[in-house]
């Protein structure tokens, strides 16, 4: 059974995602989020390809971002997400560090649901997909 729910990925904060103040532009965060939640679902093979296999879509319904300090050009940051609910609703938090300092730089969450691609309908529990992905489905 599966039981790790989160993932890192290191990212080196390139200059096109830069505002004029020359830190990171407020909304590339997002961007660093959705990779690493991208990795973090991949590693239960459960990515956007998947999802839609399986007859479901999982809108993202509810972000949230608490900017502590700006990250800069070049700087090295750790992105990790961590999902926290998936019963009900799939909610992964996420921080974002200096590698350099360990110092948080940024952290959130987004709340996905399920919707059923044929008939809109919003899933009011996690269909049994998600959970047997996630090696907790009981029988």
């Known amino acids: ?9 290191l990212i080196e904060v390139p200059f096109y995602d830069l505002d ?14 959705e990779k690493t939640r ?4 991949e590693n239960f093979n459960f990515g956007y390809i998947e ?28 992105c990790s997400a961590e999902i ?3 019963e009900n609703r799939l909610r992964i938090n996420y921080q974002i560090r200096c590698v350099k300092t360990n110092k948080r730089l940024t952290k959130g969450y987004t709340t996905q649901v399920a919707v059923d ?12 997909i998600l959970l047997t992905k996630l090696g907790v489905a009981h029988d």
């Open 1 to 9: 059974m599966n039981r790790n729910f989160k993932t890192e990925l």
């Open 20 to 33: 004029p103040m020359e830190i990171v532009w407020h909304g590339n965060y997002v961007k660093y989020f």
């Open 38 to 41: 991208c990795q973090l679902l």
């Open 51 to 78: 999802m839609r296999n399986s007859g479901y879509m999982w809108p993202i319904v509810d972000l949230k971002i608490k900017y502590v300090e700006s990250a800069v050009f070049g700087q090295k940051i750790c």
């Open 84 to 86: 926290v609910e998936f």
């Open 117 to 128: 691609l044929t008939t809109k309908e919003l899933q009011l529990v996690s269909p049994k």
